[in-house]
Each structure stands twice: as structure tokens, then as C-alpha cells.
């Protein structure tokens, strides 16, 4: 049998190939057979039809798989075909380097795109059937475009990413792939990039493939029934959060330098704290989201993950630019020119109290330890730290309508209603109810909101908040919840994020240190329209003194 990329079934009716997980509790994928990656056919339809596989040497019992509605890899080229990893191995072919340092070396001849794509390909076919990381892989695509990268730099061609391997989530269209948004179905391929992909692509950048998200983005953890379950790094038992788990897993895993995720709720800055990453929410409007003039109607941006400050800052100035078809369109700002400067001394507004929600708040110990060290780290490096809290008012009302209507508009385009998940479809309702008056409410109050707001930075630079109330949730936790406390656990894990993106303002999650288990926090910093400026720099001074991205997952390091 030839295993193709997956923890869970993947699985081609007409080659009869395909792999599964083992065991008692595997979950039950039911879907459609999506045309093979590997032999090309298109696959029969299998709806809801269970078949028996044979399990791979060692393994005891038979699997119960059932098709899915996704082949996540195209034919892989010799020598990536047939790898896999062993249990508890450490995971080979590690990308040396981040992306700037992979940028520089393949400018200076020391490495070819080739070789840096092999590798990035090697260690996704070794963390795949772990952490589940990728919806879909760019095997033969990426290889073509890495030796095409060589010929531009042997040619002296030089880009900011020239030949370097990136990914980008599933929400994002790609020329020749589906987006799928963590949605089941038969998607058909995009004819075109979206401009985040296009910007992303004219700076050089090969794209290795599109990363794993939740249904429609709507939860903090990314698991689903159309690709399963994507799991962290640093504890395959957790999530990486939500919704660019996949970004994330891929990024903390090494499998590339840095990924482009998006945020409607917190969806960068949630998974960076909990794989111990650096996640940059820029300004509304900062990374196009054409071909839609916005995103979840405004609440939503592309932005970011990285092990660095400087890593992140440069993918996002790379995505950065408006499409004349936005309907956001900042003025620039200079974040390169942010890396490595001085902030200068900074007033920093300590926030630990979330905005009002109609559900309890509590924040672990842990999440607060964390946030407070981020706190003392500050004052040590000369700033002026003051508790100080956000006058947020009912901001929550008004985020409501938008978001529900945001999952209305994407469940719509859906080619099988029936596959999406329950919870997706009461949020459809409730956004076909909601999509009136009061969304037309919830969008004339945001000038208010920023008013109210906005006050704070009168009086200080910087906001400073946790990154979320709690460590890394368990994965499969809210898996079988209803949708009313499915919502009620995001507020209450979650509470911290989302009100910058009804303001539309920019945010960064950086690492702030681990739980006594060893599962990692995050603290956001916080500031008001175009402040990516202050914030990178702040949060680079950050990573000077703390050096987060020396620590990496167990097994995922480069030793």
C-alpha cells in the first residue's frame, strides 16, 4: 500500500491507496473521494460508506476508515515518495535557518532552492501523520518552482524571498488548488492567487502548500471533519489553537521558516501562544484580502507566523499592499526599518480584565504568571508598566452580527451543505437573522467603539494583554459540544483577542514562557491604528532579551 500523506484517512477509490490511524478511538471521517494525488483518477464516491484496510506491520487489529473529502498531496516526486518516520524519532532534514537567513544564504549561493524545498517536503511527509499540519501539498508544483528560483539567482536575480519555501492557510486562494476553509466538499480549483499569494509570489517565494484551519475559521482549535485533527508540537495531545493551527504546527515543527495565517478573533495570535511563536495581527486593510474587498465583514486580516520578530516583519512586509478593489487601504508604514530599533521609553497599559461577554472569565494562574513576567521584562528594560484597562464598553454586541454574518457568506459558497458541521450551520442562521439592522448597527458603531477606545493611548503607547486565559487546550475538548457551549469555551479560553479586530487595529502575540508541563503562553501587545511600527519594535527588544527562539518543540529542534 502506498501511505499518502495523513493522520487520518486518506483514501482513492480507483488506486485503492490510501493510510488511516489505528486504534480503537479513531474517529469516523465521513466525506466524498476527492480525485487522487496520487494516480490522478477521480476518485468513485464514497458518501458515507466505510471500507476495511489492512494495517501496516506492527500494528494490531483492522482500521475502520472511511473516505474523506480531500487528497491532500499531489504525485511526490522521487526521493520524497514512500517516507516515513518513526514513532518518537527525532524528525530529520530540519530547515537551517529562518527566513531571512534563507533569503541571505540563497542570494550568497549557499544553498539552492532546490535543496531548501526537498527539505521543507522531507518534514512534511515526517510530521504529517503527527501533526497533521498541511490541507494540501505542493509537491511537483513546489520542485518546479525551486528549480526555476535557481535559474532566476544563478542569473543574478534578486528578491526577498527568491526560491525561499513558505505556506499559507487554506483560507487564501492559490492558482491551480481549492479553498476548501477547513470545509468538507469537492472544491473546485482557483483560477488565480489572491493578492496576499500574488505579493507573496513576486517576491520569490515558493509555496509548499495550503495549511490546515478549522470550519470557516470560527474555532481556537483546527480540527475537522474534512482533514481530522492538527495537533502541537510541543504535546501532540493539545491543539496548536485556532484557526492557523496549521500555520502554526508547521512553523513551531520547522517545517517552514514562516506562514502566512489570518485573524478574525484572534485566529494568529491565539495559535502563536500556544506553539511559541511570534503572531503579527496588522492593521485592517495592511494584507489585501482580495478577492474579497474585505474580510468577515472587516473583522478579518492576514497576517504572520514566525520563531522571530524580524522573521514575521519581513513575510508581512513581503504580503503587505493594497488590490484597488479593497475596501481597507491603510497608508504604509515602514516595519522592516522597525527590526532592531529602539522603541524608546514606552507608557505600557498592563490589561489582565477581558472585555465584556455574556459568559463567565477566568483567568489560569498561568496564563497570568506569564503575562506578568512579559510585565517585569519590560520594566527591566526601562519602560513604564501601569494597570491600566481599555474602556471597552459592549463592545461584544457588535461583534456578534459581524462574525455570523461572515460565516453565513463563506457556508454559502459550500458545495455540500450537508458536510458542514452542526455548529456552522446554527452560526449560519444566526448570521442570516443577524445580517440586517443589526450588523448595519454593528458596523456605524465601530467609529464609537475606536473613540472610547482609543482614549488609552492618550495616556499610554502600548496596551499589554495575556494572549489567551489559558494554556494550550485538549484537543478533541469541544469536539461534541453544542454550538451555545461550544461558544461559551472560546469566550472563556479566548477573551482577549477579538475586540481589536472590531476596532481593526494592530496586534502582536509574542512567547511569554511555559507551564510547569511544559505547554506554551503568549502575551499580545497592543496598539492603535498603523502601530505595527512600535509594536515590532517592541516586541524585538523583547525577543533580545528573552531569546524565546533558541527553545524549540522535544524531537523539532535542529540538534
Known amino acids: 500500500m502506498v501511505r499518502v500523506l495523513g493522520s487520518l484517512i486518506r483514501w482513492c477509490a480507483s488506486c485503492e491507496t490510501g493510510s488511516a490511524v489505528y486504534g480503537p478511538r479513531s474517529p469516523v471521517v465521513r466525506g466524498l473521494c476527492a480525485p487522487c494525488g496520487l494516480c490522478g483518477l477521480p476518485g468513485r464516491p464514497v458518501l458515507r460508506s466505510t ?103 544563478a542569473a543574478g536575480e534578486r528578491l526577498p524571498l527568491l526560491g525561499v519555501p513558505v505556506a499559507v492557510k487554506d483560507d487564501m486562494d492559490l492558482a491551480g488548488e481549492p479553498t476548501a476553509f477547513g470545509c468538507a466538499g469537492d472544491f473546485s480549483p482557483k483560477t488565480a492567487d489572491s493578492e496576499a499569494v500574488r505579493r507573496l509570489r513576486a517576491a520569490g517565494a515558493v509555496i509548499v502548500g495550503k495549511t490546515n484551519t478549522p470550519e470557516i475559521g470560527q474555532f481556537p482549535f483546527t480540527e475537522g471533519l474534512a482533514f481530522g485533527v492538527t495537533r502541537n508540537p510541543w504535546s501532540p495531545g493539545h491543539t496548536p489553537g485556532g484557526s492557523s493551527g496549521g500555520s502554526a504546527a508547521a512553523v513551531a515543527a520547522g517545517v517552514v521558516a514562516a506562514a502566512l495565517g489570518s485573524d478574525g478573533a484572534g485566529s494568529l495570535r491565539i495559535p502563536a501562544a500556544w506553539t511559541h511563536l511570534v503572531g503579527i495581527k496588522p492593521q485592517r486593510g495592511r494584507v ?122 463563506w457556508a454559502d459558497q459550500a458545495p455540500d451543505q450537508d458536510l458542514l458541521d452542526a455548529r456552522t450551520k446554527v452560526n449560519a442562521r444566526l448570521g442570516l437573522l443577524l445580517g440586517g439592522g443589526a450588523l448595519r448597527a454593528a458596523r456605524a458603531a465601530e467609529p464609537l467603539l475606536r473613540h472610547r477606545i482609543g482614549e488609552i493611548f492618550d495616556r499610554f503607547d ?89 527553545r524549540w518543540p522535544p524531537g523539532f529542534g535542529p540538534g
Open 51 to 153: 471500507v476495511r484496510a489492512p494495517p501496516p506491520p506492527g500494528k494490531g487489529g483492522v482500521a475502520h476508515v472511511t473516505a474523506v473529502s480531500v487528497s491532500l498531496c499531489e504525485q511526490l516526486p522521487f526521493p520524497y515518495r514512500g517516507l516515513s518516520t518513526g514513532e518518537g524519532d527525532q524528525v530529520t532534514g530540519f530547515i537551517a535557518g529562518g527566513l531571512g537567513d534563507q533569503a541571505r544564504a540563497l542570494a550568497a549561493g549557499e544553498v539552492s532552492s532546490r535543496e531548501l524545498v526537498a527539505r521543507a517536503l522531507r518534514r512534511i511527509v515526517e510530521t504529517q501523520p503527527t501533526l497533521n499540519a498541511f490541507r494540501r501539498v505542493r509537491a511537483s508544483s513546489a520542485a518546479e518552482e525551486a528549480e526555476a528560483a535557481d535559474l532566476r539567482l
Open 462 to 550: 502600548v496596551v499589554l494583554t495575556p494572549s489567551t486565559a489559558v494554556p494550550p487546550l485538549r484537543t478533541g475538548e469541544m469536539a461534541h459540544l453544542s454550538t451555545r457551549r461550544t461558544d461559551s469555551a472560546m469566550i472563556a479560553a479566548c477573551p482577549y483577542s477579538w475586540p481589536w479586530n472590531i476596532l481593526g487595529w494592530p496586534g502582536v502575540s509574542v512567547p511569554a514562557g511555559f507551564t510547569d508541563g511544559g505547554l506554551p503562553l503568549g502575551a499580545q501587545l497592543l496598539g492603535p491604528g498603523g502601530g505595527e511600527p512600535l509594536l515590532i519594535s517592541l516586541a524585538g527588544q523583547l525577543e533580545d532579551d528573552l531569546r524565546w527562539f533558541e
Open 288 to 409: 489585501s484580502t482580495w478577492p474579497e474587498p474585505e474580510a468577515f465583514q472587516g473583522i478579518t486580516c492576514h497576517g504572520p507566523l514566525a520563531r522571530t520578530v524580524a522573521d514575521a516583519a519581513l513575510l508581512l512586509h513581503v504580503a503587505s499592499g493594497s488590490h484597488a478593489g479593497d475596501l481597507h487601504r491603510p497608508a504604509p508604514v515602514d516595519m522592516l526599518g522597525a527590526v532592531g530599533r529602539e522603541p524608546g521609553r514606552l507608557r505600557i497599559a498592563l490589561s489582565l480584565r477581558p472585555a465584556f461577554a455574556a459568559t463567565r472569565h477566568w483567568l489560569d494562574p498561568a496564563a497570568r504568571a506569564a503575562t506578568l513576567r512579559i510585565a517585569e521584562r519590560l520594566e527591566a528594560l526601562g519602560h513604564e508598566v501601569i494597570e491600566e484597562e481599555p474602556r471597552y464598553g459592549l463592545i461584544g454586541l457588535t461583534f456578534v452580527p459581524r462574525s455570523m454574518a461572515g460565516i453565513r457568506e
